[in-house]
Structures are given as C-alpha cells and as structure tokens.
C-alpha cells in the first residue's frame, strides 16, 4: 500500500475530501441542470456563442475537424472507456478483488443509466448546422462522451490509489485523465455536436458519480476488505 505521507490526488490521499468533493459537484450539476431546463437567457447566449465561434473555426480547418473525430470516435469514445473499465473489472475479480470489482462495475453501470434518464428528462436539442462538420445522435444535455470519460478515467485514478505504484505514476494517471476530461469536452463542442453546458454538465456529473463511489466504498466497503490483499 502507498505510503500515507505519498502525496496523491485528493480522492486517494485524503478520504474525508471525496464528501466534499461530491457535496460541490452535485450541487453545482444541480444548478447548472436547473438553468439548462430553463433555458436561462444569458447561459443560452453563452452556449450559442462559443458554439458559434468554434463552428467557424471548424469549418475553415477540415484538418483539426479530422483529428478530433479520431480522438472523439475513437481514443476518448464512450465504448472505449467503457471497455477500459471491463477489462479492470475482470482484472480485478482475477485478483480476488470481487467486491471492489462490483463496486466499479454498478458505479459505472449507474453513471450510464443516470445519463440516459437525464437525457430523456431533459430532451435538449443539440445544435443544427447548414454546412455540419460532424453528427451525432439522441438528446444533448449531458454529453456522454464528456460524463463516461469523466467517470471512467476517474474511477482508474482512484483504483491506482488504492492499490496502485507510487505517487509519480498516480500523479501521471491523473494528468492522462485531467487531458482526457478536457480533451473530450473541447472536441464535442469543437465538432459542433454539443454546447458547452452540455460538457460542463457531464463533467460535474462524473466528478460527483467518482466522489461517491469513493465515498461509499470508504464508508461501506472497504472496512470488510481490510484483511484482503492482491
């Protein structure tokens, strides 16, 4: 187990913080879904002017459009990031982790089902272009790819402090997910497929699915566990 003196993201190295952390993230993807529902007049100007300018710039740069539908439909898809997880799940229950294996199992079985009833709640219309750049499918608001991604790379960062190296490689693990998390929101608005509220609401979301899933297993789980070992 890592030194508890290591330095480590917040999550890992202080337990106490993973409250606080789902208390803000909720809240936050709260108001911010409370807003979006309303149509909020100058959060809908925002959306329509960032999507706007990033739309120009896309249309002019086929180059940049090319790049970012590889790492949006590819490297940082749903799909992918859900087989990433599956592959730790079945890692993990290999190892004799079987309870923490299901615990990252149904965080990431309930983060999909609380996008999918989000999406059909709130039934958001995704941008419409005359010349699009790219497309994409069901209701906008939040992103999937934003909030799987988000959840995804959350919860390896949060198994590697657990069970994982030292600091450097959980710091590296942090900053792989920190470029993901951005990666992918930038490049959905970018493709002109979603509005910024729509990332930004994905990412609370998965920031607060991560912060309580830490929570509960700290809570619930992980006392049961102590005695066993990789």
Known sequence: MP?????????????????RIAAVAGAASLILLALVAARWSPLMSLDRAVADALHRHAVAEPGAVAVSRVLTDWVWDPWTMRALIAVTVVALWWRNARLLALWVAATSL?????????????????????????????????????????????????????HGGGPGLRWAALAVALVSAVGVAATRVYLGVHWLTD????????????????????????????????
């Open 110 to 162: 309930l983060a999909s089902l609380l996008q999918q009833g989000l999406k059909a709640a709130v039934g958001r219309e995704r941008p419409e272009w005359p010349d699009p750049v790219d497309s994409a499918q069901y209701a906008a608001y939040p992103s999937g790819h934003a909030m799987t991604a988000v959840v995804s790379c959350g919860l390896l960062v949060w198994l590697l402090g657990l």
């Open 199 to 230: 990332v930004v609401g994905g990412t609370l979301l998965g920031v607060a699915v991560v912060a309580c899933c830490a929570t509960g297993y700290a809570r619930y789980a992980a006392p049961s566990q102590r005695s066993t070992s990789w």
């Open 3 to 19: 030194s508890p003196h290591s330095p480590a993201p917040a999550l890992v190295s202080r337990p106490a913080a993973a409250p």
